[in-house]
């Protein structure tokens, strides 16, 4: 089972509902559901994903939906090598380095999931759009 960090534009891609990118933001979360791969986020990325969410819904009914990723996902913990890692990289994104070198650290993630690809172009991992990731599950199927 792969074990993947979903960055936080997928997450919100499902959760805003963002045409055309929510049905393989879909895709990946279903796959976590059912257990075929291993979602994880940090809480920096849950804060900001509730942030995000409160501009346009009650509190009861954001802590609802993170309730509902929390069924389906894990959090990775950021220990403080990654965030001296983050602070000495050349990432320009503080927050992007600090979830690339959380999940980093964590010997079983390979892959990132984003759609935002140039904000990690010098993480060690597998930088990855939903949709290339999609198509490789699929394939490795077959």
């Not at 936080?8 to 796959?31: C, G, H, N």
């Not at 809480?43 to 900001?48: D, V």
């Not at 894990?74 to 994104?93: G, P, Q, R």
């Amino acid at each position: 089972m792969d074990k993947v960090l979903i960055d936080t534009d997928v997450i919100l891609d499902f959760l805003f509902d963002r045409k055309p990118f929510s049905q393989e933001a879909a895709q990946i979360l279903s796959w976590c559901e059912t257990g075929q791969i291993q979602g994880f986020v940090t809480s920096i990325m849950l804060s900001n994903i509730y942030y995000l969410l409160r501009k346009t819904a009650r509190h009861e009914k954001v802590i609802e939906h993170l309730k509902m990723l929390m069924n389906i996902i894990d959090v990775l913990t950021t220990h403080k090598n990654a965030v001296l890692e983050a602070l000495n990289s050349e990432f320009k994104d503080f927050e992007d380095a600090l979830q690339n070198f959380s999940a980093q650290n964590d010997p079983d993630i390979k892959v990132i999931i984003t759609r935002n690809i140039k904000d990690y172009k010098t993480s060690n991992l597998a930088i990855m759009e939903p949709e290339t990731y999609i198509s490789l599950v699929k394939l490795s199927e077959s």
